[in-house]
């Protein structure tokens, strides 16, 4: 079992399943969330069985700790058991927290987390709350294009597949770094820039146009950063 070698001391994050691939497809594409953030897949048993080993999820805690503590996710409820007993005989287990969430959109949700330096608490309830994480429709839009300093910006979306997996990320990374209340708009619906999960689920795709709303001490410079990214494609 290999971890990235991140360079602060974000969250890192334990992806526990009874299936090897499972784990590692998780891991691979919360990994492409975040690529500073130590995301260590463990699966199957030590026979390459479906199953859970105690000694191979220690193993990944440790690997997993870059400096920050490790949020650890699992898909069914005996690796919930296995996670809980590897966190328990750990040296320090406040460093260490299960969470009840998706496994898929938990572990994006807290990469992106983390990604961004959030703490251990916030990485965690960013995966506990992953699974409420949809875009609102046109009736429950906060006004902020009444708001008197609201910025606003029609973006086109340049790259060929729009709001994606990786765009969304680059896009939510962008605002988490700014003091700032950002929401991209597509259609009748709307999400938080700041979250991964629910531009995503705005399926905005590419060569069509979003609209983004901000407000805060930073919302020009939220709006410009946006408008950056798109016009260089988000880096596809």
Same mark, same amino acid.
């Given at each position: 079992?290999?971890?990235?070698?991140?360079?602060?001391?974000?969250?890192?994050?334990?992806?526990?399943?009874?299936?090897?691939?499972?784990?590692?497809?998780?891991?691979?594409?919360?990994?492409?969330?975040?690529?500073?953030?130590?995301?260590?897949?463990?699966?199957?048993?030590?026979?390459?069985?479906?199953?859970?080993?105690?000694?191979?999820?220690?193993?990944?805690?440790?690997?997993?700790?870059?400096?920050?503590?490790?949020?650890?996710?699992?898909?069914?409820?005996?690796?919930?058991?296995?996670?809980?007993?590897?966190?328990?005989?750990?040296?320090?287990?406040?460093?260490?927290?299960?969470?009840?969430?998706? /496994? %898929?959109?938990? *572990? @994006?949700? &807290?990469? !992106?987390?983390?990604?961004?330096?959030?703490? =251990?608490?916030?990485?965690? #309830? +960013?995966?506990?709350?992953?699974?409420?994480?949809?875009?609102?429709?046109?009736?429950?839009?906060?006004?902020?294009? /009444? %708001?008197?300093? *609201? @910025?606003? &910006?029609? !973006?086109?979306?340049?790259?060929?597949?729009? =709001?994606?997996?990786?765009? #969304? +990320?680059?896009?939510?990374?962008?605002?988490?770094?700014?003091?700032?209340?950002?929401?991209?708009?597509?259609?009748?619906?709307?999400?938080? *820039?700041?979250?991964?999960?629910?531009?995503?689920?705005?399926?905005?795709?590419?060569?069509?146009?979003?609209?983004?709303?901000?407000?805060?001490?930073?919302?020009?410079?939220?709006?410009?950063?946006?408008?950056?990214?798109?016009?260089?494609?988000?880096?596809?």
């Amino acid at each position: 079992m290999t971890a990235p070698s991140p360079d602060t001391s974000r969250v890192g994050l334990v992806v526990v399943s009874h299936s090897e691939m499972l784990a590692s497809g998780v891991a691979e594409l919360a990994s492409q969330m975040a690529p500073d953030v130590a995301v260590v897949p463990v699966g199957g048993t030590d026979e390459g069985g479906l199953g859970t080993d105690y000694g191979a999820v220690v193993e990944a805690l440790a690997d997993a700790d870059s400096g920050g503590g490790v949020v650890v996710l699992y898909d069914l409820g005996s690796a919930k058991m296995t996670a809980e007993m590897a966190v328990e005989s750990a040296d320090d287990p406040a460093r260490y927290t299960v969470v009840d969430a998706p /496994l %898929v959109e938990g *572990a @994006v949700a &807290a990469s !992106v987390a983390a990604q961004g330096g959030a703490s =251990l608490a916030d990485v965690a #309830a +960013a995966a506990e709350g992953a699974s409420g994480e949809t875009p609102a429709t046109v009736q429950s839009r906060p006004a902020l294009h /009444l %708001v008197p300093d *609201a @910025v606003s &910006a029609e !973006v086109l979306l340049t790259n060929e597949v729009g =709001l994606h997996a990786r765009p #969304a +990320a680059l896009l939510a990374r962008t605002v988490a770094e700014l003091d700032a209340n950002v929401v991209v708009r597509y259609g009748d619906e709307e999400a938080n *820039a700041a979250s991964v999960l629910a531009l995503m689920g705005l399926s905005a795709p590419g060569g069509k146009s979003i609209t983004v709303l901000a407000t805060g001490k930073d919302a020009r410079e939220a709006v410009r950063r946006i408008e950056e990214l798109a016009e260089r494609g988000f880096d596809d």
